[in-house]
């Protein structure tokens, strides 16, 4: 059974402080990606990677960055965490094979609440 | 730049009729694959239907159908017979094809958070 696993499901964290999300995926994915979704707004993509050490920036990564050291783990950092970092981040994966026809598989999400 | 609309942030239906849930898109790409997903109230995301651009058949999967008129750039999702376990949000996505020194990522519409009722 195919598996992307997020290390919280509900976080509550402090101003200023940085964070870590963790994201782990057993299915060898070269994809993987990080979304935050806010009512209204959707899913919006913050980061991704195709690769070991590599990311791409994707459509809001101002005060988040990334790090992918092992091909099955994906973080999202938070270098000094704000009020309007308050949301619900989804980290998900994808197999490249070349086409466009590879579904995403979805953690469970994280609540991360900056108070 | 990628873009994903959908138009209806809510949407009801009767239990057993057929519902539309819009979906346009926008990319300068010619290779391209548009995705439907579900996120009941317990916030997983569930993977309904796929359609690739150059698709000549419109997707179907069950229920679900996708209508997709390239030349409008629309990809709706039709929900035939609507169920209650049917109410959920659904989400639009888009993966444009590799491009040379580049890798594709994978987008989403705000949603449309969809009732059925008995």
């Known amino acids: 059974d195919v598996k992307v696993t997020q290390s919280s499901r509900y976080l509550v964290k402090r101003t200023g402080e940085k964070v870590f999300l963790e994201c782990v995926q057993d299915?060898?994915?070269?994809?993987m990606f990080w979304y935050r979704q806010d009512p209204g707004l959707g899913l919006r993509l913050i980061y991704f990677?195709?690769?070991?050490?590599?990311?791409e920036k994707g459509d809001i990564p101002e005060g988040y960055s990334v790090s992918r050291e092992k091909k099955e783990r994906f973080s999202l950092i938070l270098e000094s965490a704000s009020t309007n970092q308050t949301s619900m981040y989804l980290c998900?994966?994808?197999?490249?094979?070349?086409?466009?026809?590879?579904?995403?598989?979805f953690g469970q999400g994280t609540r991360l609440t900056v108070v | 730049a990628q873009k994903i609309t959908q138009t209806q942030p809510g949407m009801f239906v009767q239990e057993k009729e057929a519902v539309t849930l819009d979906c346009t898109y926008d990319?300068?790409?010619?290779?391209?694959?548009l995705f439907w997903y579900k996120q009941p109230s317990s916030g997983e995301m569930i993977f309904l239907i796929y359609?690739?651009?150059?698709?000549?058949q419109n997707a179907t999967e069950g229920r679900y159908s996708l209508n997709f008129q390239k030349a409008r750039k629309s990809a709706n999702l039709v929900i035939s017979a609507s169920q209650l376990g049917d109410s959920a949000m659904y989400f639009c996505?888009?993966?444009?094809?590799?491009?040379?020194?580049?890798?594709?990522?994978?987008?989403f519409g705000a949603g449309t958070r969809l009732a059925v009722h008995p």
């Open positions: 998900a994966s994808t197999k490249e094979i070349g086409g466009t026809n590879t579904e995403a598989f």
């Open positions: 299915m060898d994915h070269e994809n």
């Open positions: 990677s195709y690769d070991v050490k590599m990311k």
């Open positions: 990319t300068s790409d010619q290779s391209y694959g």
């Open positions: 359609q690739g651009s150059y698709d000549e």
């Open positions: 996505a888009m993966r444009e094809g590799v491009t040379a020194g580049g890798y594709n990522k994978l987008i």
